[in-house]
T-cell receptor, first 112, second 114 residues
């Protein structure tokens, strides 16, 4: 089992719709969770992070965390073509060294 | 407040040469992480360093690769005797501490081995 799993996509949504991106993790003791956006040929850019169960909202983005289910998601409301990118889920490990472990990313396409 | 700085942005090396990648963390950050990314793939953890210490090098190949983060100056990822399979984007990230804090990435170094 991979430490952090994401569906590779592509996930296609029409402009203006809600995009829902999902991520599961294996380390039950993980405490902090991050979403990054990466455009092709560019470096990852932090969107938001969450560490408490429930929802955290920032503009059009909402991160949701369910530690019991070991599940974290990112909702993008009113999706725009400029949101088309790969979204990387990262978990900060607790077993030893606190490194950031990334999933392989979900490619999102927002269709105009 | 400058972000994470990596240089060079692009590096071309012939097989057998050495590649040296540099990373200066954000101001106030003392934790540095190196990742490798192949085209259309995710970020693979390589090494985690604090000033003068290697905390976790579980993702580093045992041979040819080394990393350091000296008391003064940038973190260095060194690849000796490069091979074509080393061609990839290498990203550095930094964070302020080992707690619940976010990491910020540099622009990356694209290494091409010819």
């Amino acid at each position: 089992q991979k430490e952090v799993e994401q569906n590779s996509g592509p996930l296609s949504v029409p402009e203006g719709a809600i995009a829902s991106l999902n991520c599961t993790y294996s380390d039950r003791g993980s405490q902090s969770f991050f979403w990054y956006r990466q455009y092709s040929g560019k470096s990852p850019e932090l969107i938001m992070f969450i560490y408490s169960n429930g929802d955290k909202e920032d503009g059009r983005f909402t991160a949701q965390l369910n530690k019991a289910s070991q599940y974290v998601s990112l909702l993008i409301r009113d999706s725009q073509p400029s949101d088309s990118a790969t979204y990387l889920c990262a978990v900060k490990g607790t077993s030893g060294t606190y490194k950031y472990i990334f999933g392989t990313g979900t490619r999102l396409k927002v269709l105009a | 407040n400058a972000g994470v700085m990596q240089n060079p942005r692009h590096l071309v090396r012939r097989r057998g040469q050495e590649a040296r990648l540099r990373c200066s963390p954000m101001k106030g950050h003392s934790h540095v992480y190196w990742y490798r990314q192949l085209p259309e793939e995710g970020l693979k953890f390589m090494v985690y360093l604090q000033k003068e210490n290697i905390i976790d090098e579980s993702g580093m190949p045992k041979e040819r690769f080394s990393a350091e983060f000296p008391k003064e100056g940038p973190s260095i990822l060194r690849i000796q005797q490069v091979v074509r399979g080393d061609s990839a984007a290498y990203f550095c990230a930094s964070s302020a501490d080992r707690g619940i804090t976010e990491a910020f990435f540099g622009q990356g170094t694209r290494l091409t081995v010819v």
